[in-house]
Nanobody
Framework: VQLQASGGGLVQAGGSLRLSCAASGRPSSRYAMGWFRQAPGKEREFVAAIVWSSGMTYYADSVRGRFTISRDNAENTVYLHLNSPKPADTAVYYC???????????????????WGQGTEVTVSS
């Protein structure tokens, strides 16, 4: 599976931005896609995940209600909609694929098998 993330850039606080992640394959029915982010000097952290077959979604508390993860089956693409971002959301955002999703561990970076190259998001105040 190859993942290609795009859509990052500069956005004002309170604005909106959409990140995309195109996947080259879909290996199993238990496949899930996630978004993580890493700010300078900080560890990579979970943002959101979606189970491909059911559409079930999971969010970090810090973004719930502001960010939305969605998928397009036909395009094999997952999106992360950043609504009302804050300067604290500034980071490099990575998409990732988990081949055998387990709802107990959706937030763990080590669960994900494939990673995209990252797209940088800067939120200005």
């Amino acid at each position: 599976v190859q993942l290609q993330a795009s859509g990052g850039g500069l956005v004002q606080a309170g604005g909106s931005l959409r990140l995309s992640c195109a996947a080259s394959g879909r290996p199993s029915s238990r496949y899930a896609m996630g978004w993580f982010r890493q700010a300078p000097g900080k560890e990579r952290e979970f943002v959101a995940a979606i189970v491909w077959s059911s559409g079930m979604t999971y969010y970090a508390d810090s973004v719930r209600g502001r960010f939305t993860i969605s998928r397009d089956n036909a395009e094999n693409t997952v999106y992360l909609h950043l609504n009302s971002p804050k300067p604290a959301d500034t980071a490099v955002y990575y998409c990732a694929a988990d081949l055998i999703f387990d709802a107990r561990y959706y937030y763990l970076t080590g669960r994900y098998d494939y990673w995209g190259q990252g797209t940088e998001v800067t939120v200005s105040s």
